[in-house]
């Protein structure tokens, strides 16, 4: 505890020594004689009780330190009653230290558990927030599916997400290397209308299926409008 005195000094200064610590040393200074160092034994004495108090000592409770400057200033100042001098330091620092060894410690609150993240709205479908379908024979995107894509542009912050994966379709309609083709050709035209809306190229993947992953099956040669596709796929 060697530091224990500036410590008290500093907190006595910091508090501007409080109302009832500044009550406490009045009192001390308004005694004399006998009375005086019987105060001052009786302070020395409770606080060399509190600093073998185990519950205190091992419960790292401060009152631990105000004991131990307690039970040095009220001794120091006992030893200079017992000369006949009142010294006005060590009485003052041992009511100080004697007042604050007396108040309970502020109880600790633990803060409440911060709040569960607020669920994703609902326009933060992963699974596949972009279905644009063409007409027949078509790579030209129609107004729905600008509406698509500005719609998937614009929730892309919100939902986080950072990565595209742009797969034009075909239906069986025609030879499976001319849908590849046309599939590719699909999936371009959306990928330039999302630079165009401010996603960067870098995040966006295409790829070109033909017809091998209707959505509805059909017999070879069969137009089916849902088969026409671009899907637009998501991850963060």
């Known amino acids: 505890m060697k530091n224990t005195t500036a410590i008290i000094a500093l907190a006595g200064a910091a508090v501007g020594m409080m109302p009832a610590a500044a009550s406490a040393q009045d ?8 009375e005086l160092r019987g105060e001052v034994e009786r302070r020395y004495d409770a606080a060399l009780a ?6 205190i000592v091992n419960a790292n ?14 001794g120091i100042a006992f030893g200079f009653l017992k000369s006949n001098t009142k010294d006005e330091t060590s009485l003052s620092k041992c009511a100080l230290a004697y007042d604050m ?26 699974e596949a927030p972009g279905l644009i379908f063409f007409e027949f024979d078509s790579a030209i995107p129609q107004q729905d599916a600008i509406e698509t894509v500005e719609y998937v542009v614009e929730n892309a912050p ?20 001319y849908n590849i083709g046309l599939s ?3 999936a371009e035209a959306i990928e330039e209308l999302m630079t ?41």
């Not at 509190?50 to 519950?55: G, L, Y």
């Not at 410690?105 to 569960?116: F, K």
């Not at 950072?162 to 499976?176: I, L, M, Q, W």
């Not at 295409?206 to 137009?223: H, K």
């Open 101 to 126: 060894m007396n108040r309970e410690p502020t109880p600790y609150v633990a803060p409440p558990p911060p709040a569960p993240p607020a669920p994703q709205p609902e326009v933060c479908n992963a």
């Open 184 to 186: 590719e050709r699909r």
């Open 158 to 177: 919100t939902c986080n997400w950072r990565s595209f994966t742009v797969v034009g379709h075909a239906d069986r309609a025609g030879s499976n290397a």
């Open 50 to 55: 509190m600093t073998n108090n185990s519950a």
């Open 27 to 34: 009192d001390l200074m308004s005694m004399d004689g006998s």
């Open 196 to 236: 165009a809306r401010g996603i960067s190229a870098g995040a966006i993947t295409t790829q070109a299926q033909g017809e091998e992953s209707p959505r509805v099956p059909t017999a070879d040669g069969v137009r089916e409008l849902q088969n026409r596709r671009v899907e637009i796929l998501v991850s963060e």
């Open 61 to 74: 409770d401060p009152r631990y330190t105000w004991a131990s400057e307690a039970k040095a200033q009220c």
